[in-house]
């Protein structure tokens, strides 16, 4: 077995593949680039898939493994006449995981099986319940559990229009759903929308869970250091997250952080 990781934005690729130094990586352009690995590696371009699949095969690849956001092609950057994008084409009227499950379906039929990122990651998940839950009053955890309740029953019936993972609420009130433009800037978008109107003595929580059928293979939702600074400058009481299904790039890194900022984190 000799396993490719599909590369794209942020530091998460990177910290796997550190993990992982046998592990070829594939560089998606504009993404991700080869001088940010020590692995073997190559950089491919998203508009054309069977470059894909030569460069995987010339490597003996036999597994992949997906890492880092990867932004959709604009149709203004699609170049309609190039017969090898018919892939690419079927994703645009689809949402996020029914395109993953088509891109999935085009690997395996090429003759590459999909791994999960957990099976090269040793420690990437919270356990159940706040993480170190002495910082917290009462009348707080009680708050971040009701919204927990609240933005995670919101995100399963929204599972079926194949929408974000993630949403930002306090008390009922519903301030961004993640769209096209990602998480870290639907949490901007939030925090200013909660600088304006505020209903609370708690900030916003963000909730970031898996969806409803969601292509644990393809597409999990991550976390990083990055996302919980930008919580916590703007704002934000803390982040709900699932114990089984959001990972956290740099898990010893984040709990130092969270640790010296008494900033909070709930697994459910």
Same mark, same amino acid.
């Given at each position: 077995?000799?396993?490719?990781?599909?590369?794209?934005?942020?530091?998460?690729?990177?910290?796997?593949?550190?993990?992982?130094?046998?592990?070829?990586?594939?560089?998606?352009?504009?993404?991700?680039?080869?001088?940010?690995?020590?692995?073997?590696?190559?950089?491919?371009?998203?508009?054309?898939?069977?470059?894909?699949?030569?460069?995987?095969?010339?490597?003996?690849?036999?597994?992949?493994?997906?890492?880092?956001?990867?932004?959709?092609?604009?149709?203004?950057?699609?170049?309609?006449? &190039?017969? /090898? #994008?018919?892939? @690419?084409?079927?994703?645009?009227? !689809?949402?996020? %995981?029914?395109?993953? *499950?088509?891109?999935?379906?085009?690997?395996?039929?090429?003759?590459?099986?999909?791994?999960?990122?957990?099976?090269?990651?040793?420690?990437?998940?919270?356990?159940?319940?706040?993480?170190?839950?002495?910082?917290?009053?009462?009348?707080?955890?009680?708050?971040?559990?009701?919204?927990?309740?609240?933005?995670?029953?919101?995100?399963?019936?929204?599972?079926?229009?194949?929408?974000?993972?993630?949403?930002?609420?306090?008390?009922?009130?519903?301030?961004?759903?993640?769209?096209? &433009?990602? /998480? #870290?800037?639907? @949490?901007?978008?939030?925090?200013? !929308?909660?600088? %304006?109107?505020?209903? *609370?003595?708690?900030?916003?929580?963000?909730?970031?869970?898996?969806?409803?059928?969601?292509?644990?293979?393809?597409?999990?939702?991550?976390?990083?250091?990055?996302?919980?600074?930008?919580?916590?400058?703007?704002?934000?009481?803390?982040?709900?997250?699932?114990?089984?299904?959001?990972?956290?790039?740099?898990?010893?890194?984040?709990?130092?952080?969270?640790?010296?900022?008494?900033?909070?984190?709930?697994?459910?």
């Amino acid at each position: 077995m000799k396993i490719a990781i599909i590369a794209g934005h942020g530091s998460f690729p990177i910290q796997i593949a550190k993990e992982n130094p046998d592990t070829f990586v594939l560089c998606v352009k504009d993404h991700s680039t080869p001088s940010d690995f020590k692995n073997n590696s190559d950089i491919i371009s998203l508009n054309d898939p069977l470059s894909w699949i030569s460069v995987l095969k010339k490597n003996k690849i036999t597994h992949l493994v997906m890492a880092g956001k990867i932004n959709r092609i604009s149709n203004e950057k699609f170049l309609v006449n &190039e017969v /090898t #994008h018919d892939l @690419i084409k079927k994703t645009f009227s !689809l949402g996020d %995981n029914s395109a993953l *499950n088509l891109i999935e379906n085009f690997f395996n039929v090429n003759g590459f099986e999909i791994m999960p990122v957990t099976s090269l990651l040793k420690d990437c998940f919270f356990t159940k319940g706040f993480y170190k839950e002495e910082f917290f009053s009462i009348n707080f955890k009680n708050f971040v559990i009701e919204n927990a309740k609240f933005g995670s029953n919101f995100l399963k019936k929204m599972s079926e229009f194949d929408v974000g993972q993630s949403v930002v609420v306090s008390n009922s009130i519903v301030y961004a759903i993640e769209a096209l &433009e990602g /998480t #870290h800037e639907m @949490i901007i978008r939030a925090g200013e !929308l909660y600088n %304006n109107f505020k209903n *609370n003595d708690f900030g916003p929580v963000l909730i970031k869970i898996p969806k409803l059928h969601q292509n644990f293979n393809m597409d999990l939702p991550v976390i990083g250091l990055e996302t919980i600074k930008k919580c916590n400058e703007l704002g934000f009481s803390s982040i709900v997250l699932s114990s089984k299904g959001t990972l956290i790039a740099d898990i010893n890194i984040v709990k130092n952080y969270l640790q010296k900022n008494k900033f909070c984190i709930y697994a459910i």
